[in-house]
């Protein structure tokens, strides 16, 4: 019988934090990532609507929820405006 084998992902540094993040803005508003900046109002500057933003909190969550050292509280995403507050959101849960 094999033995089991556990992989670790290597640790995420905030730089690669935001670059999926603005991947995954892209895929949801239908935008090019490189034209997201860390600046950017989710709702003034990207045009993000409610259902945008619930895609976003679900993509977090499918990407980096078996990362994070705590859970994602989704009542705490109603802070997020920014898109550097998406990204610090996940930085400090991945610990």
Excluded: K, N, W
């Amino acid at each position: 019988m094999p033995a089991e084998t556990h992989t670790h992902s290597a640790p995420l540094d905030r730089s690669r934090v935001l670059e999926i993040v603005q991947d995954l803005l892209g895929e949801i508003l239908e935008i090019d990532p490189g034209s997201v900046s860390e600046s950017d109002s989710l709702v003034e500057d990207l045009h993000a609507d409610s259902i945008a933003q619930y895609q976003l909190v679900e993509a977090l969550i499918s990407e980096f929820g078996e990362r994070t050292v705590s859970d994602f509280e989704t009542d705490e995403f109603d802070d997020i405006e920014l898109v550097s507050d998406a990204v610090d959101y996940v930085v400090a849960r991945l610990g």
